[in-house]
């Protein structure tokens, strides 16, 4: 394992994050925003 995996494991799941976002919106996933909105 190297030092620098757990940096890396750590900023692929920040952008994958982002893309799920991205794409769930662009998905219409609305109930679901709306719920976030609302907490």
């Known amino acids: 394992m190297r030092r620098t995996g ?14 799920a976002l991205h794409l769930g919106v662009r998905g219409g996933s609305g109930p679901c925003l709306q719920e976030s909105d609302l907490i």
């Open 6 to 19: 757990f940096q890396e494991v750590r900023y692929e799941y920040l952008t994958g994050g982002v893309v």
